[in-house]
């Protein structure tokens, strides 16, 4: 027993002494007395040069108000970890921003605030200014724990010198990439290969989704989500496109793959990597589906409070200063510059946004028509049993409708209700 609490003292002093530089900062008073001074934290899942510009914001923000503030960017790949750690030892930041679906699972622990309930009316008028698929992934029983910060989407790219009329349907995709195969020509997925965001616009367009509108029941196995994989996985078996990823980069450059679907970023990044092809490349609406939809996978992140903070009030007026267009487009234009090319995801924002107009009408109409993925407790845990179904289907040629049974009835058992 003595060892244990031992342990378990130490565990606490490592976990204070690592998360130290989370909490409030010390400085010298005019007498040269030590005093606390207020100061409200942000990280920011991206990029230091995101979180620089955030910054330079802030420290403008809140230069008035008697709080210094803090934005310290931290990565994708230790982010989730690094905030369940912070909350463990109970020394977390003011405002988070993360996954769109960290904050469902954060705010069920109590770790986070309810806008919805503490903002209400703020959140009714944010609501109406969101992309709707994109608003459903972050409420959750109506209950708001974070609003959409940015958004990123899946578009088709295709060659233009090579690809006479983007195909606007299944059935129009599926000509088309008989008669690229025979030219020794193909399709490739730089974002989404063999994986649930790739699988999901098939089963949106296909009429289908991931659970009923409850978020009670996983739907994976009903006849369209079935229609949709027998299509996706044709893709690869029947018509040509490569089950290894190859990047959206190399196959416009070459030609060899004049139709990739990816994430709106790469139009930045393709400019800068292949000048060669300028002009030689467009983008276009996914392929709509039986259902007549041409939806797409959205992905970005959302801000939220925590409930430790000593500056709620201060930190939700700052978010929805992040949340104005003109700021959203000083932010947009700052991230162009490093790749960083989340879209805002305030739609008032679009009609300023510095993006040349063929082009941002194709990225509205796509987020118009966009999904997010489900708001659902225990859904993180389940992509893997889809994923699992769509590679015995594609490799091994599993029979798609029982994979899809046994897929639902694993995420079934890790729902929770």
Same mark, same amino acid.
């Given at each position: 027993?003595?060892? =244990? ?6 565990? =606490? ?6 998360? =130290? ?5 010390? %400085?010298?008073? !005019? ?13 920011? @899942? ?29 990565? #994708? ?38 806008? !919805? ?12 200014? /969101? ?6 992934? @972050? ?30 349907? #299944? ?12 030219? /020794? ?17 098939? +089963? ?11 978020? &009670?029941?996983?739907? @994976? ?15 690869? *078996?029947?018509?040509? @496109?490569?089950? =290894? ?6 196959? +416009? &450059? ?7 679907? %990816? ?10 990597? !292949? ?8 983008? $276009?609406? +996914? ?7 041409? *939806? $797409? ?29 003109? *700021? ?36 509205? +109409? ?8 489900? %708001?659902?407790?225990? #859904? ?11 590679? &015995? ?11 899809? %049974?046994?897929? $639902? ?9």
């Amino acid at each position: 027993m003595q060892k =244990t609490k031992f342990m378990f003292w130490i565990l =606490t002093f490592v976990l204070s002494v690592s998360l =130290t530089g989370c909490g409030k900062q010390e %400085s010298k008073a !005019a007498g040269g007395q030590s005093k606390r001074q207020q100061e409200l934290l942000m990280w920011l @899942v991206g990029s230091e040069s995101q979180a620089k510009a955030i910054q330079g914001i802030g420290d403008e923000f809140f230069k008035d108000k008697g709080i210094s503030f803090r934005c310290e960017a931290i990565s #994708w790949g230790d982010a989730y970890t690094k905030y369940l750690t912070s909350m463990a030892g109970g020394v977390i930041p003011d405002i988070g921003t993360m996954g769109l679906t960290w904050g469902t699972k954060f705010g069920s622990l109590g770790a986070m605030v309810d806008l !919805a309930e503490e903002f209400g009316e703020d959140i009714k008028v944010i609501k109406e200014k /969101n992309f709707s698929g994109l608003w459903d992934t @972050v409420e959750y029983k109506k209950r708001v724990y974070g609003i959409p910060f940015d958004l990123s989407l899946q578009i088709m790219f295709y060659r233009n010198d090579i690809i006479a009329k983007p195909p606007k349907t #299944w059935g129009e995709l599926e000509d088309l990439l008989l008669d690229l195969k025979a030219r /020794n020509k193909g399709m490739i997925f730089d974002w989404g290969s063999m994986s649930w965001i790739g699988y999901a616009p098939y +089963l949106w367009q296909a009429g289908g989704d991931f659970y009923d509108p409850e978020g &009670r029941k996983p739907t @994976v196995d009903s006849e369209a989500a079935v229609e949709a994989l027998k299509f996706f996985s044709r893709l690869y *078996t029947e018509l040509g @496109v490569p089950k =290894t990823r190859i990047p959206l980069e190399q196959g +416009l &450059r070459t030609g060899d793959f004049p139709l990739v679907i %990816s994430g709106n970023w790469k139009i930045d990044g393709l400019r800068l990597t !292949a000048p060669e092809i300028a002009g030689r490349w467009s983008i $276009a609406l +996914l392929p709509a589906g039986p259902t007549g939809a041409h *939806t $797409a996978f959205l992905g970005g992140r959302i801000m939220g409070i925590f409930n430790n903070s000593k500056h709620k009030k201060e930190a939700w007026e700052f978010i929805k200063f992040l949340f104005q267009p003109q *700021t959203q487009v000083k932010l947009y234009s700052a991230a162009r510059a490093t790749q960083d090319s989340y879209l805002p995801s305030n739609i008032t924002t679009w009609g300023i946004l510095p993006i040349e107009e063929d082009f941002k009408q194709i990225l509205k +109409l796509q987020a118009e028509d966009g999904k997010g993925p489900p %708001s659902v407790l225990g #859904w993180d845990k389940s992509t893997r049993f889809i994923e699992q179904a769509i590679q &015995r289907v594609v490799l091994q040629g599993a029979d798609p409708e029982e994979e899809l %049974s046994k897929a $639902a009835r694993e995420m079934d058992r890790h729902i929770k209700r």
